[in-house]
Each structure stands twice: as C-alpha cells, then as structure tokens.
C-alpha cells in the first residue's frame, strides 16, 4: 500500500492519454494550445507498464483524461490493456461526451467501468458559447445512451456571470436518470485563473430553495474530494467538488500521469518527475526504475493546494495539458 508522508492511502492515479480536445472551453483552453508532438506522448504500451508498475504498488483505480480522451486513436485498447493488469482494477474515464455515445459500445466491451462526462449547462446556445462548438446535442444522447450501462457522473462548472442557473437545468438529470451531477468549484489552474468560482454552497442553496433540503451521502467518504447528498425523488445525487472554498486536500488519494509522462504529484504545483526517458532506455530493470519513482512521487506530494491563494499555485499549464 502506498503511504504519503501525511498518511493518506494512494491508490488512484489520473492518466491523460493526449493534450488534444475537441472544444475549447473557455476556462480551460479558449484558443486551443500549441500540442506537444505525437512522438513525445506515451504510447499506450509505455502507459500500461507504468500502470502495471502502479497496480503492483497497491494502485487499483485509473482513470482515463485528456484533454478530451476519445479524441485518441483507439482509446478503447487502452482501457482493455489496463484491464488486463491482475487486480481487482476500477477503470473508468473523464470525456466531454461528444465522442462518447461513438464508442460506448467498444469501451464497454473493453471493460470500462464509469464514466464521467463534462456539461455545463442544458441550453444550446449556451454551451456552443462556453465549448466554442453546437455538441450540446451529441454530448446529451451519450448521457442517455450510457445512464444504465455503467454508472454515470456529470460534472458541471459554474462561471460567474455565465451558467449559474446550470445546477437548477442539470438537476433533473439527476432526478430522471441514475446519474450523480457534480459541481466543481472552477480552479485557478491555467486560464481558470482569470475566473472567479461560484462557491458551491451558493450552488447548493440554489439546488435546496427549488428541491428541498438534502441530506449527506458518506457511501463514497474517503475515496476523492467529492461530498455526495441525496435529495428525496432522485435517482442519482448531488455531488460537490468544492476545490477552492472547501479544502478537500485531506482526503487526496492520487497521482497524475500526464500524456508526456510525467508524474505529477499534485494538480496545484508545477512539480513533476518523469518518466518518458526510463521507459524508452535500453537499460535493465525498468519495471523496479519505474517503481521507484513512483514512491518517489508518493513521497513529494505536498500536504495540501493553494488555490485560495493564487500566487501559491505554480502549474502554469492547462488543465487539458496536465490532465484534469
Ligand atoms: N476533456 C475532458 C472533459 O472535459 O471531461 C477531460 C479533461 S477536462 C480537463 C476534465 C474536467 O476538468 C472537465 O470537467 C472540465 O470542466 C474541468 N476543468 C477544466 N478546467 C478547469 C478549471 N480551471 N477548474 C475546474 N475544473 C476544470
Ligand atoms: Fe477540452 Fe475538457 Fe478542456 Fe473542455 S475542459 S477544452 S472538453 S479538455
């Protein structure tokens, strides 16, 4: 098991298979960014030892990123690589959906196990405003299409001044649908830096006035930042991801692998130890090499962000380019 100098349990790792995406959120990259060469990213081979590496060190959740995962070639082998690694391994995926309703058969048949898909907001134009492109029709079919498969989460951001009606239109897919919708309070990482968040519980109150009051779920205590409430005639649940104004750093379980291959152990700091040139060496031992640097990133994850303060934060990349 692996074990922080903080004593919290590691056992999760983000993977971001490319850069690339298909909209350009405004918060995240509103002109897109200059795309690191294929070359320079992990092939899915290089991805799967180091999970395997991961797995051996007591990792058993992945999680498949972006930028926008499925605009990667053959996403769906990866998945099935990782399932592959012995273990009892939950493997499952951030998309915006555009691309998910394409591919939700292949991914499910490789053995993918949730999914959690990015919408914020249920207005067309709204969201051709906030993605730059019309997919709001796309993404809603694959919410759809996958509610039932496998367990589904929407994740949502509020923007001041932009969709802060968004919790009140998503909430009936909740209602409606087993799916938990999840607000994650916008965090000063890359252009975010130049939003203000809605604190979510603002969110929450708004949510409460129109659907009464809620009530704490701990099912999943422990196993993310998310804090889950149930609100009587729901399917699914309210989830809040409250980034800036709730310190959720407490219960951080996990590392980050960005699509160069790098691992990254904390979203707030620039910090990173790679990885790209072990992998591609012709030198023995890689897998124990490996190994170690992840302890290593283990050991130099900090004890917690510093979003509430913004000259603490030193990532100065995207989101779309560390993995969010
Ligand atoms: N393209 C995929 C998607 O949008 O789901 C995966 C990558 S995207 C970076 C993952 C999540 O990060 C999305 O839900 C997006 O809304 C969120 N995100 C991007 N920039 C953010 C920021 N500055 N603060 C909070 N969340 C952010
Ligand atoms: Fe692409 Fe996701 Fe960033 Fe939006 S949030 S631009 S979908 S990577």
Same mark, same amino acid.
């Given at each position: 098991?692996?074990?922080?100098?903080?004593?919290?349990?590691?056992?999760?790792?983000?993977i971001s298979v490319t850069d690339r995406c298909n909209l350009r959120c405004r918060y995240c990259?509103?002109?897109?960014?200059?795309?690191?060469?294929?070359?320079?990213?992990?092939?899915?081979?290089?991805?799967?030892?180091?999970?395997?590496?991961?797995?051996?060190?007591?990792?058993?959740?992945?999680?498949?990123?972006?930028?926008?995962?499925?605009?990667?070639?053959?996403?769906?082998?990866?998945?099935?690589?990782?399932?592959?690694?012995?273990?009892?391994?939950?493997?499952?995926?951030?998309?915006?959906?555009?691309?998910?309703?394409?591919?939700?058969?292949?991914?499910?048949?490789?053995?993918?196990? =949730?999914? !959690?898909?990015?919408?914020?907001?249920?207005?067309?134009?709204?969201?051709?405003?906030?993605?730059?492109?019309?997919?709001?029709?796309?993404?809603?079919?694959?919410?759809?299409?996958?509610?039932?498969?496998? *367990?589904?989460?929407?994740?949502?951001?509020?923007?001041?001044?932009? !969709?802060?009606?968004? #919790?009140?239109?998503?909430?009936?897919? =909740?209602?409606?649908?087993?799916?938990?919708? &999840?607000?994650?309070?916008?965090? *000063?990482?890359?252009?975010?830096?130049?939003?203000?968040?809605? #604190?979510?519980?603002?969110?929450?109150a708004q949510i409460e006035e129109k659907y009464g009051k809620s009530r704490e779920d701990c099912?999943? &205590?422990?196993?993310?930042? =998310?804090?889950? &409430?149930?609100?009587?005639?729901? =399917?699914?649940?309210?989830?809040?991801?409250?980034?800036?104004?709730?310190?959720?750093?407490?219960?951080?379980?996990?590392?980050?692998?960005?699509?160069?291959?790098?691992?990254?152990?904390?979203?707030?700091?620039?910090?990173?130890?790679?990885?790209?040139?072990?992998?591609?060496?012709?030198?023995?031992?890689?897998?124990?090499?490996?190994?170690?640097?992840? &302890?290593?990133?283990?050991?130099?994850?900090p004890q917690a962000h510093s979003f509430e303060d913004r000259t603490g934060v030193t990532e !100065?990349?995207?989101?779309?380019?560390?993995?969010?």
């Amino acid at each position: 098991m692996l074990k922080d100098p903080f004593g919290r349990t590691i056992n999760y790792m983000r993977i971001s298979v490319t850069d690339r995406c298909n909209l350009r959120c405004r918060y995240c990259m509103p002109d897109g960014i200059t795309c690191v060469p294929m070359r320079e990213l992990l092939i899915y081979e290089e991805i799967a030892f180091v999970c395997r590496q991961a797995a051996d060190l007591g990792i058993n959740r992945f999680r498949i990123t972006g930028g926008e995962p499925l605009v990667r070639k053959d996403c769906a082998k990866l998945v099935a690589m990782l399932r592959k690694i012995p273990g009892e391994n939950r493997i499952a995926m951030t998309t915006n959906g555009v691309l998910l309703g394409t591919f939700l058969d292949e991914l499910l048949e490789a053995g993918l196990d =949730a999914v !959690n898909i990015s919408l914020d907001t249920m207005d067309r134009r709204q969201y051709a405003d906030i993605t730059g492109a019309d997919e709001l029709k796309k993404v809603l079919d694959s919410v759809y299409r996958a509610a039932g498969r496998l *367990p589904v989460k929407i994740n949502c951001v509020v923007q001041n001044g932009v !969709n802060e009606d968004a #919790p009140l239109q998503l909430m009936p897919l =909740a209602r409606d649908l087993p799916v938990d919708v &999840r607000f994650i309070e916008l965090m *000063p990482v890359g252009t975010g830096k130049e939003f203000n968040p809605v #604190p979510n519980d603002v969110i929450l109150a708004q949510i409460e006035e129109k659907y009464g009051k809620s009530r704490e779920d701990c099912s999943e &205590r422990g196993s993310g930042p =998310a804090v889950y &409430r149930r609100l009587d005639g729901f =399917a699914g649940r309210v989830g809040l991801i409250s980034a800036v104004h709730g310190k959720f750093c407490g219960s951080c379980n996990r590392l980050r692998l960005t699509s160069t291959g790098e691992l990254k152990p904390c979203l707030c700091y620039g910090d990173t130890i790679p990885l790209r040139e072990i992998l591609r060496d012709d030198l023995p031992e890689k897998d124990k090499r490996i190994r170690e640097k992840i &302890r290593e990133a283990v050991r130099m994850k900090p004890q917690a962000h510093s979003f509430e303060d913004r000259t603490g934060v030193t990532e !100065n990349r995207s989101m779309a380019q560390i993995g969010g």
